[in-house]
Every structure is written in C-alpha cells, then in structure tokens.
C-alpha cells in the first residue's frame, strides 16, 4: 500500500515526459509552423480586414455593431485559427504516431500508459494553441484591431476553443484505420464551420440553431465580445461552459479511445 501511495504522485507527471517528447520533436520542426502561425494572421487580416474591409465599411457598418469590419473580423480569426491549429495537431501527428511510426507502441512498453499519450500530447497541443494565440494578438495590436484591455482574455479563450476541438479529434484519430477520414472531416466539419460560424459576418437567423451547436461559434463569439468590450458575464459563461463541456467529453473518449487501440 506504501509503495502504491508513493508511486501516485509520480504517476501524475507521466504525462509531462510525453509532453517533453513533443516538444523535443517541434525544436527540430518549429519552422515549418511559421506559416501558420505568423503569416496566416498577417495575409488574412491584410487582405480580408485591410482590402475586404474596405469594401465593407464603406457601406456601412451598423450590422457589425458600428466597429470597423477589421475589428469586427480580428478576433473571429483568432478563434478560427485555434480551431485550425488544434486540427493540424490532432490528426495526422496522432495517426501517425500509432500507424505509421509506432512510437505509441513503443511508448506503452515503458511506465506511460495510454492516457498519459493522450494528456501529454493534449498538453503540448494546449502549449502550441497558446504560442499562436499571442501572436495573433501581436498582430492584431499592430494592424490596430485591439481596442479594449479585454482583448488579452481573448488569448485564454481562443486556446479554450482550440482544445473543445483538440480532444475529440484527437480521440476520433485513435479510432480510424485510414487517413482518408480526416480529409472527411475537413471538408464537411471544419471548413463549414470556418465559413458559418459567424467569423467572417454575422450568422444568418436561419442558421443560428445549427451554429449554436458549434465550438467555433461560442468561441467567435467568446472573443469578439472581449475584444470588443462586451462580454457579459451571463453569455460569457454560456460561451465558457459550453467549450469546456465538449473538451471535458473529448478527454473522456480520448482516454477511451487511447486504452482500446494501444491495449487491443
């Protein structure tokens, strides 16, 4: 019993030898993430806040809640690119870490157990999303779309939103024998979501049900309303409670998943 007591307390730290292993790893591919996560804000909030935007205000900006289409667009990205970002982490990386690499075989042979992959690397995607979030939020400082103090709680908010997509993609990839479903799941759940989620214009009435349902959408809205100055603590709890609720059933299925495809 004394020996199983002292080992617990080690056993909780398992999963940061994980997240050691990923951060390793990135220290030899980091470059390749420059694209998304510096130039993606910079090209999108050029030509879609700067060129787009003029077209826009110039008709009007009562819709968008009397704010330049810039600042109305800015924080909507940064939810946006959370979303991407927990994708890009979640699925290949996984699959191919137990398909193609083995190296969740090899890793199960050692003291880490199945959900201490899936935490580890959870964390290391937690530590990605909040890598992109502030440089987001450099870049929308620099093209002037930050105009409340509120804006830095966007930063916890879009890693919040990256993470209720995270985890059950993560623990979906545990379960497919073959990539060709995450192209699936780009083609009709992300970029629909990218597209009608409320981040580029206000969601149309007869869509609201169906975008209500969507992590994008509460995480658009999270941080618009803080980038804006907003937020009201009733929606902001919604908003809250509805991510953290999705990311609490993806880590329940995550670990699911995870023991019943390393321990078949």
């Known amino acids: 019993m004394a020996a199983t007591l002292a080992q617990e307390p080690a056993d909780r730290w398992l999963a940061v030898r994980q997240l050691r292993f990923w951060i390793t790893n990135y220290r030899r591919t980091w470059r390749g993430s420059i694209y998304t996560g510096v130039l993606n804000p910079v090209l999108y909030l050029g030509a879609m806040g700067l060129g787009l935007g003029a077209l826009v205000d110039a008709h009007g900006t009562a819709r968008l809640g009397g704010v330049s289409y810039l600042v109305y667009l800015a924080p909507g990205l940064m939810a946006a690119e959370a979303m991407q970002t927990a994708m890009g982490e979640s699925t290949y990386p996984v699959f191919g870490s137990f398909k193609w690499l083995k190296t969740y075989q090899a890793a199960t042979a050692s003291p880490l157990r199945p959900a201490d992959l899936f935490h580890g690397h959870l964390l290391f995607t937690t530590l990605r999303l ?128 995870y023991r019943r495809r390393l321990y078949a």
């Open 130 to 257: 909040l890598m992109n979030a502030v440089v987001f939020l450099v870049v929308m400082t620099a093209f002037g779309a930050a105009t409340s103090p509120w804006v830095l709680a966007c930063v916890p908010a879009a890693v919040l939103t990256g993470l209720a997509f995270a985890a059950p993609i993560e623990a979906f990839a545990m379960t497919c024998a073959k990539e060709n479903a995450f192209a699936l799941l780009l083609r009709f759940g992300i970029i629909p979501m990218f597209l009608f989620s409320g981040t580029f214009f206000p969601v149309p009435a007869a869509l609201l049900p169906l975008a209500y349902a969507t992590p994008l959408w509460h995480g658009v809205e999270l941080c618009r309303s803080l980038s804006l100055g907003t937020a009201q603590p009733g929606a902001t709890a919604v908003h809250v409670g509805y991510l953290v609720a999705v990311t609490t059933l993806g880590v329940l299925w995550g670990n699911r998943t």
